[in-house]
Structure formats: C-alpha cells, structure tokens
C-alpha cells in the first residue's frame, strides 16, 4: 500500500488531494497543525513523518529551531524542495519511518499527524517504538487519527478525491466503522482510543489521548527513558 502514495498519490496529486478539501477538512487540517505547534518550543528540531511534499513544514519551521521531513515518495519530496526552498531551518529526506537514520534520543519532537499512523501501512506498534527511539527525555511523539465524529466530513472528502481521479472508486457498502475502501485495493483506516492504548501499553511513558476540534484524535506520547 506504501506504493501507491510512491506511484499514484504523491507530489502534484497529493497536493491537489488537499487543495480541493472542503471548508469543514480544511478547519480539520489547520486545527491538526494548531495543535502540534502548541506543543512545540522555540529552540526545538522537530521530525515529520510521511511529510509529503512538506504541507505542513513552514508552519512548523516558523515555531521550531529546525525542522526534518521525511517521506518514502521522491517525487513528493522533489516538489517540497521547490515549494520550501526559501525555508532555510527546514530539511527533506526520503525515509523508511521505521529506520529512522537517527541516533537515540536526539530529536525534540516527532510529528505523525493526518492519520499516517494508519495510511503509513506499516506495524504501528513498531512505527511508535521508533519515534519514541529517537526522542530526547522529556521530548514527546505526536501521533493523529481521525474522530468518529468526524466521518461523515472524511468521507465526503474522499469521495470528492476519488471523483477527481486521485484514488480509486471509494466501496460504500464497505466503507464503514472508520474503515474507507477504494475498488482499486487502496485502504484508509482508522486508529481510535482503545486501539492507540493498546499500542502504547507496554511502552514506558506519560500518554495522553485527546479529541481536538472533533475531528483529530491525537495520541501524545512523553517517553520515559533512562
């Protein structure tokens, strides 16, 4: 499934993805953002897994000392070049999320927001071991979901971009309980509460799960490490 945000979903598409959002995602997607710089200190290097073409990174590289993206999509991460090359404390790599080329303890913040915990398609117990590997004592992991309050807005949202051509046909007697499938084999699930403290519950840290603005679920993450 990570292919297809390589091949059919990155870059220009992925961006258009999020163009075309509606008044009440796009409320959703600034409130995610809001969210995360809160959280966020002046002198801080902050991590964004699955950045994409970099949506978020001005945002965060206006609050933050340093700002790393990372994304498994070249193409994705040649245009961020272009969009963020006038943003001098902000850095692109392409990246396995799950390999992160980054020693224990060293970033302040790691940012997984826009349900990449799901969309990532990856083992996401292994996915929050990682994150929290390469965070500082006292630093914290963010990672998003969708509300189910907020379902029938992602739903549309998907529907408008397969209309568009940029995902498949979406399955609506499939697509229920959090779970959005495409006639073309692409997935969009959904983490909730008692999933992310099933996640995190062998996981020596401070975890707070919170509903922001009833769309975004977030799971925050303060390891404690020795």
Same mark, same amino acid.
């Given at each position: 499934?990570?292919?297809?945000?390589?091949?059919?979903?990155?870059?220009?598409?992925?961006?258009?993805?999020?163009?075309?959002?509606?008044?009440?995602?796009?409320?959703?997607?600034?409130?995610?953002?809001?969210?995360?710089?809160?959280?966020?200190?002046?002198?801080?290097?902050?991590?964004?897994?699955?950045?994409?073409?970099?949506?978020?990174?001005?945002?965060?590289?206006?609050?933050?000392?340093?700002?790393?993206?990372?994304?498994?999509?070249?193409?994705?991460?040649?245009?961020?070049?272009?969009?963020?090359?006038?943003?001098?404390?902000?850095?692109?790599?392409?990246?396995?999320?799950?390999?992160?080329?980054?020693?224990?303890?060293?970033?302040?913040?790691?940012?997984? &927001?826009?349900?990449?915990?799901?969309?990532?398609? =990856? %083992?996401?117990? +292994? /996915?929050?071991? @990682?994150?929290?590997?390469?965070?500082?004592?006292?630093?914290?992991?963010?990672?998003?979901?969708?509300?189910?309050?907020?379902?029938?807005?992602?739903?549309?949202?998907?529907?408008?971009?397969?209309?568009?051509?940029?995902?498949?046909?979406?399955?609506?007697?499939?697509?229920?309980?959090?779970?959005?499938?495409?006639?073309?084999?692409?997935?969009?699930?959904?983490?909730?509460?008692?999933?992310?403290?099933?996640?995190?519950?062998? &996981?020596?840290?401070?975890?707070?799960?919170?509903? =922001? %603005?009833?769309? +975004? /679920?977030?799971? @925050?993450?303060?390891?404690?490490?020795?």
């Amino acid at each position: 499934m990570s292919d297809y945000y390589r091949q059919k979903l990155s870059a220009t598409r992925l961006k258009q993805a999020y163009d075309m959002a509606p008044p009440r995602t796009r409320q959703y997607l600034e409130a995610e953002v809001n969210h995360v710089l809160d959280k966020i200190g002046a002198d801080d290097t902050v991590l964004d897994l699955g950045c994409g073409y970099g949506r978020i990174l001005p945002s965060l590289a206006q609050k933050a000392r340093r700002v790393i993206g990372i994304d498994i999509s070249l193409d994705s991460l040649l245009l961020g070049q272009e969009l963020l090359v006038d943003i001098a404390n902000c850095f692109l790599f392409q990246m396995d999320a799950l390999q992160l080329a980054f020693s224990d303890n060293s970033l302040d913040v790691v940012v997984c &927001i826009q349900n990449g915990i799901s969309a990532f398609h =990856v %083992d996401q117990h +292994s /996915l929050i071991e @990682e994150s929290i590997r390469v965070v500082k004592p006292g630093g914290l992991a963010l990672f998003s979901s969708y509300s189910e309050k907020f379902w029938d807005e992602r739903l549309d949202w998907f529907r408008r971009q397969s209309e568009a051509g940029l995902l498949g046909e979406i399955d609506l007697e499939k697509s229920r309980d959090g779970l959005i499938v495409c006639r073309d084999g692409f997935t969009a699930t959904t983490v909730g509460p008692e999933l992310f403290q099933a996640l995190t519950a062998d &996981i020596a840290a401070d975890v707070i799960i919170a509903e =922001v %603005d009833e769309s +975004s /679920l977030f799971c @925050e993450i303060s390891p404690h490490h020795l």
